[in-house]
């Protein structure tokens, strides 16, 4: 049942995802695609949990390597993001 | 556990207005930080739950990440940002497949009894969940460099072709897919070997597939391989049997192929086309006839030209961006002002090498909003207009787009400043555009060259007026 | 965990239906508000579920009176939004 | 359990094509096929699968209810459709009130223990989502069976108000949440009597709560009341633990949230407007002064005029429903047209008794699509207009929305007959539209009143023209 659900989220996440996005302004499409991308670096929350159950030597460097991956997309992508849409003025 | 889950579903819902926020130019800078403010609750929330056996590792991943993104984000300049948004997703896709590798790692350590515990999911689910994260991310990881190096030119923009290259793409992938099918049907003899040799496979995918595809087409591969490394997180979700993960990823996944199309129309292109078409590498092969000649003008003729205009239209691509020549074209056009011209700003979605590249400039250089005008506003009058300035823009003003059915961009919309009663384009000299195409713009009757760099003929053209 | 899934499964829903309906021309707004309430009845599902496993027989009758209930909203509900539609145009 | 839970997925997915392709007039009739399949994939998964113990019941129940619902919409004339939704939608409402109640009634047999196996949920949990499938529910189900009184014309459509109501509402909601608290926090002690009074009290608010709101908010009270019976399906969905009921149930919810609240704004009110504003009652006692005098024309005149005219729009409202002129109505046009005369219909978007009301008429009488006109096209245009003629409209050319600013439709969009030339205005005698406004376009000097069943009153015309 538990994996059913998870699936069922997958689906309705997919469908609001498309449902989101309708006409997006051209100069917008950049800050959106990073920030966006900010939102793909979720996978820290699982790189976190990989890190810290790891069994081994080995699984803990690997868990550290997508860590730091992970964080470089998140904290750069919203700052990235941040300083895209400082650029452009309250109207424009 | 509730706790936590609960707080998911708010980082979730965090997301899901944080997306929504962005598409819109009012709202965008607070939705990104609505998004941040998810992601920071979800780190968080993590960060308490877990019960974490390593907690050294993680301190460091998260410090050394943090400072590295921090770094870059403060530092980069304003033309390299989106090649640095390449880089961070290829980070994000390289990081679901190692969440991938070391749980499976982890299986590998402690036996599948004790890994899958009393959860609900079977040894083939976790499998396939690992190999899809892998295989999405490892494309992801190494599409992305390609990307980020052919935007930021340390590698040549042009499509790299061979032949039999779509066959060896897809010989590739069908052997990553029996791989993973190995992979998954051996489960119960888990096999590092076979799981490495599906990374390595996917990386090379990854860049396989992105080096046919010009740099022009960059933004859109770029939005594309978002798409997937939100499908990759997504992936991941499953294999670690978490819900946010499993949302925010496909929250990504949806939009970011949304975006993908969106910006495909903006260009004219399709998918398909951009992925597969090769597009600017056959072009520079064909040979081009052109009637006319181009005719040079001085700095001092455009200056009588536009003494006596009434109304000037402002055409930025590329080339205005490599100048910099914003601020100076700015005062050009507070000057012609000042002497009762109407001035307005012609801006293409596709101008530049990023959407929303013109209006970043402009709006840096203080332009008056009420000057910026959209293609679709400016070509119903611009037969009515005395001079059309050409700032370094090349194939967004080329008239071939609308009227040479055979030319690779045809069909793409223009700003025809070819209808203009005179036309300046500022050029360094004989450089073509992105495209690789020749303008016939500049062989038109109507037109005239003012080669230099864009910045000191402007100067030189505000200075006529000054003095 | 699975209580969370199925809230979680609401929010999105919720989220999904806030986002699915924009523009709608007002001569749909009675097909739409039709379509949507035969959809609503959905509960004879859960009616079929409840009666069939009523364990006392003022709990089959209640059970009963549910599922009639909603069979008619959910036969009614399709069929009449059928019809309504059926009586525009294509192009109207 | 597997596939069942799968298939309840596809089914969700098929309401959520469904309800987004009923927003488009060109999908709209295959969008309500799409989400019936739905319905019956989920009907037919839970038959198959549910270890049924009373396979009488539900056998009885199905056919029943399946014919009912058959006969009830094959039967129905086209202007009976809106009430015959408020009764289904209420009987939607009710099926959520006897599902709750039923479980509960199964709680008591067989005790928590047995009831909730080794299920997720807690006692509370299920309380809570009982209660809330209970209030809601109920609220929908007797609300609505006001809404049906009211629509068809069995209970008088003015709003029914009385000192002290809101306050008694809120005394009753009051109780029913002290009620529900006590059912909740008693779990233990299932108190049945307890769950019959909230049952009862909801009935009774949603009785009282319809009751102030004018005949002419109906469409809006049904939609908002579609929305409850959406959020009730969700909270029987979560007293059993089914996904497609949670999801299919908020769907509607949600969507149908949005629905009114588009509603209101064609009718420029606003929610709170609708369920507080007691609109349509205060009205009536309300002076009003008018100037002029409302001035008769005889068929012929009206015959003269048209002959002579160039352009003639047509606005047709409720009468022109209750005259079923619209056959009638469009003969003219089509002798009018063949006469070389412009001929126009401006649909007002409430114009009639539920929206698209005008359009359903007209395309029954095979109006030409062209000749329909919205709102928004024919105002600005209208100044240049011969003839209007208001076949059976009132309040939806009533000036005073649009010049006295004291009026209680003060603001909302009409349509502007009153600066066409001529208009002639079709109805029976002095009576008022839904609002029971007097309207000041019957005295204005440019408007002639052709009295009579509007029916009849055009078939004369037709009669003079071939005559
Ligand atoms: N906006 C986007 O999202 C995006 C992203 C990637 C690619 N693209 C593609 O990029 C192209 C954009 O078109 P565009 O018209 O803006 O630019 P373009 O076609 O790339 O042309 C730029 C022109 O600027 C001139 N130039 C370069 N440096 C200059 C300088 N310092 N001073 C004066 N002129 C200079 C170049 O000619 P010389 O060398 O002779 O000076 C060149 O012809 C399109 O093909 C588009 O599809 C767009
Ligand atoms: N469309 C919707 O969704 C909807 C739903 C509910 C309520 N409403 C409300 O209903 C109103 C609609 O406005 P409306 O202008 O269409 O209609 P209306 O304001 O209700 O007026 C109808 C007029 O038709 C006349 N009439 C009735 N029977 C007739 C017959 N047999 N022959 C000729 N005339 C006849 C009546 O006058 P006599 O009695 O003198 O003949 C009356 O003045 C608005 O107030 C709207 O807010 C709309």
């Known amino acids: ?24 302004p051209s100069q917008l499409h950049t800050p959106l695609m990073s920030g966006s991308n900010a939102i793909s670096g979720i996978t820290m929350v699982g790189a976190i949990i990989a890190t810290g159950a790891a069994e081994s030597s080995f699984g803990s460097l690997i868990g550290f390597f997508a860590l730091v991956a992970a964080t470089i997309n998140v904290v750069g992508g919203y700052l990235v993001t941040d300083r895209m849409l400082a650029m452009f003025r309250k109207k424009g | 556990m509730g706790i936590v889950n609960l707080a998911y579903i708010v980082a979730s819902i965090l997301f899901i207005f944080g997306i929504k926020m962005l598409g819109s130019a009012a709202t ?89 515990g009393d959860g609900p999911a079977g040894p083939t689910f976790i499998l396939v969940a690992i190999f899809l994260a892998v295989l999405i991310g490892g494309i992801t990881f190494t599409g992305s460099l390609v990307a980020y190096l052919k935007l930021s030119g340390k590698m040549g923009g042009s499509p790299t072709l061979f032949p039999g290259q779509k066959l060896l793409n897809a010989l590739i992938l069908l052997a990553a897919l029996v791989l993973g099918g190995v992979l998954i049907f051996n489960g119960l003899q888990l096999a590092g070997g076979v799981l490495i040799a599906i990374i390595l496979l996917c990386l090379l995918l990854g860049v396989l597939g992105v080096l046919p595809i010009g740099g022009g087409d960059m933004p859109v591969v770029i939005a594309f391989l978002n798409s997937c490394s939100g499908l990759a997180a997504s992936a991941a979700g499953f294999v670690i049997l978490n819900n946010v993960l499993i949302v925010a990823g496909c929250l990504v996944g949806a939009s970011g192929l949304i975006l993908t199309v969106i910006m495909c129309k903006a260009m004219n292109r399709t998918l398909g086309n951009v992925f597969f078409g090769g597009f600017g590498a056959a072009v520079k092969g ?25 109304s000037v239209v402002f055409v930025p691509g590329y080339g205005m961006a490599v100048a910099q020549a914003q601020h100076a074209v700015k005062e050009l056009a507070a000057i012609l002002e000042g002497n009762g011209v109407d001035v307005k700003f012609a801006i293409h979605p596709v101008a530049g090498r990023m959407p929303g590249h013109m209006n970043v400039l402009l709006a840096e250089a203080d332009v008056p909003y009420e000057q910026l005008a959209e293609m679709d506003d400016v070509n119903p009058i611009i037969s009515t207009v005395d001079v059309a300035m050409v700032i370094g823009a090349n194939d967004v003003v080329n008239p071939a787009a609308a009227e040479d059915e055979s030319s690779p961009i045809y069909g793409m919309p223009i700003i025809n400043v070819h209808e203009a009663r005179t036309v300046y384009c500022l050029k360094r000299g004989q450089g073509a555009g992105f495209s690789g195409l020749v303008n016939t713009l500049f062989f038109r009757p109507n037109t005239r060259m003012l080669y230099g760099d864009a910045k000191e003929t402007i100067a030189s053209l505000v200075s006529e007026f000054k003095g």
């Open chain 1, 1 to 24: 049942m538990e994996i059913i659900l998870l699936i069922f989220i997958f689906v309705l996440a997919a469908f609001l995802g498309f449902e989101l996005i309708q006409k997006v």
């Open chain 2, 28 to 116: 965008a800078r607070r939705g990104n930080r609505v998004s941040a403010l998810g992601m920071l609750l979800a780190v968080v929330v993590t960060l308490l739950d877990k019960s974490i056996l390593s907690w050294g590792w993680i301190i460091a991943g998260i410090v050394v990440g943090g400072l590295v993104g921090l770094v870059a984000a403060k530092r980069v300049q304003m033309t390299g940002m989106p090649e640095l948004v390449a880089l961070f997703n290829g980070l994000g896709g390289l990081a679901s497949v190692l969440v991938g590798w070391a749980e499976f790692d982890r299986i590998n350590e402690t036996g599948w009894e004790a890994y899958l």
């Open chain 2, 286 to 310: 064909k040979a081009q006839q052109v009637e006319g000649e181009m005719k040079a003008a001085s700095v001092e003729d455009a200056y009588y030209v536009l003494e006596a205009a009434q």
